[in-house]
């Protein structure tokens, strides 16, 4: 089963405007982590946000915020004031923390975002 | 600080040669990972070390592929032969430490295309 899915391949918005990017994830684990990562056409990847599974308010970064619904499994990421910069690939990924030792890093397929001016 | 350094950025080769793709991870940093991308399969981790030593490598594909990290500084992805099958982008990313919240950080990748 896919631990990560995000459903939405591609997202058009309008500069200025707000977008949400879904993500769920499954784990039966009560102690996880959800990150957020970008991909521009350059190709690296960086870090947005973070979200761990105690935490009591959904994190926010600047213009970037986590919808955080720990009952629904989702942690859709919220970006604000769109900038033409913020097209690009966004990744959602899991790290749970089952266990002693280290966890990997579990990553969704991506969803691609266009800002239009 | 310089980030995670990657090379080559771009890398061409026929079927059947030996590839090696290099890293340097971010000083103090103790976990460093080798990870795969591809339309098909998304982002794929492949192996990680823990101060310099293996520690999963269960995502490598097969024997054709190695990895070493010699010492805290420098790490190499070896492709022996290498196939069409294995053009990707190959991330190395590290990590300070092991927590849950411990994002990673991730180098600009290697281009690699075997013809």
């Known amino acids: 089963a896919q631990k990560i899915t995000q459903t939405q391949p591609g997202m058009f918005v309008q500069e200025k405007e707000a977008v949400t990017l879904d993500c769920t994830y499954d784990t039966s684990d009560p102690s996880y982590g959800l990150f957020w990562y970008k991909q521009p056409s350059s190709g690296e990847m960086i870090f947005l946000i973070y979200?761990?599974?105690?935490?009591?308010q959904n994190a926010t970064e600047g213009r970037y915020s986590l919808n955080f619904q720990k009952a629904r499994k989702s942690a859709n990421l919220v970006i604000s004031a769109s900038q033409l910069g913020d097209s690009a690939m966004y990744f959602c990924a899991m790290r749970e923390g089952k266990g002693t030792g280290f966890q990997k890093l579990v990553f969704g397929t991506g969803t691609r975002l266009l800002v239009s001016p | 600080d310089a980030g995670v350094i990657q090379s080559p950025r771009h890398e061409v080769t026929e079927m059947g040669q030996e590839v090696t793709l290099r890293c340097k991870p971010i000083?103090?940093?103790?976990?460093l990972f080798w990870y795969r991308q591809t339309m098909m399969r998304g982002l794929e981790l492949l192996i990680y070390f823990n101060n310099n030593v293996p520690i999963d490598d269960s995502g490598m594909p097969e024997d054709r592929f190695s990895a070493k990290m010699p010492n805290a500084s420098f790490s190499t992805l070896k492709i022996q032969p290498s196939e069409p099958r294995d053009s990707a982008v190959y991330f190395c990313?590290?990590?300070?430490?092991?927590?849950?919240?411990?994002?990673?950080?991730f180098g600009s990748g290697t281009q690699l295309s075997v013809l």
């Open positions: 979200q761990g599974s105690y935490d009591q």
């Open positions: 990313a590290s990590s300070r430490r092991g927590g849950l919240g411990e994002k990673l950080f």
């Open positions: 000083s103090g940093h103790d976990y």
